[in-house]
T-cell receptor
């Protein structure tokens, strides 16, 4: 089955700098790659996604890049703010008609003022 | 829209007892997913339903875990003979169910087995 590896377990940046979180996946059939944010004591909250028919997507300060050849995708947070501090999870679907997501282990992002 | 509702928020059970966790998905969402979250293992998929039918239970420990979705408004995850290693946050999520539909997660049930 699909395996998703999230490369940074922790990441610390200064406010205003950019943060980049990298993930790789194994299943070539995967076509949907969402990102979720989890703040302390709360459930996961969807932030942005990318589908395999594009290689870049931007939503305000969030940019997702997808490299299908390398089976790699990344989340870029520009102009970081303290409220961006949270755990970020990448995920990949299984392709086909199975809609379950496989998650990475999460990256704890800390933005210091 | 109250989002995905999970009850209880916290549950403490003694080793060997049964625990039942409840999930109310968002109205109109046809897919319901259960995950278990721990520090060590991260988010582990357990099972999912689409239009109330079980689709994939490949993550369920077969002997003591079971899940049901008797109607479109709720799903239950039952753990029999709970063990300390079952302690985790159990997360339920729902989605519209099509390919590439994002999940909406509940706040989770924190289960502690003592």
């Amino acid at each position: 089955g699909e395996k998703v590896e999230q490369h940074e377990s922790t990441l610390s940046v200064r406010e205003g700098d950019s943060a980049v979180i990298n993930c790789t996946y194994t299943d070539t059939a995967s076509s949907y790659f969402p990102w979720y944010k989890q703040e302390a004591g709360k459930g996961l909250h969807f932030v942005i996604d990318i589908r395999s028919n594009v290689d870049r997507k931007q939503s305000q300060r969030l940019i997702v890049l997808l490299d299908k050849k390398a089976k790699r995708f990344s989340l870029h947070i520009t102009a970081t703010q303290p409220e961006d501090s949270a755990i970020y999870f990448c995920a990949a679907d299984s392709g086909g008609s199975n809609y379950k997501l496989t998650f990475g282990k999460g990256t704890l992002l800390t933005v210091t003022p | 829209n109250a989002g995905v509702i999970q009850t209880p928020r916290h549950k403490v059970t003694g080793k060997g007892q049964e625990a039942t966790l409840w999930c109310e998905p968002i109205s109109g969402h046809s897919a319901v997913f259960w995950y278990r979250q721990t520090i060590v293992q991260g988010l582990e998929f357990l099972t999912y339903f689409r239009n109330q039918a079980p689709i994939d239970d490949s993550g369920m420990p077969k002997e003591r875990f079971s899940a049901q979705m008797p109607n479109q408004s709720h799903s239950t995850l039952k753990i029999q003979s709970t063990q300390p290693q079952d302690s985790a946050v159990y997360l339920c999520a729902s989605s519209l169910g099509g390919a590439g539909s994002d999940y909406t997660f509940g706040s989770g049930t924190r289960l502690l087995v003592i």
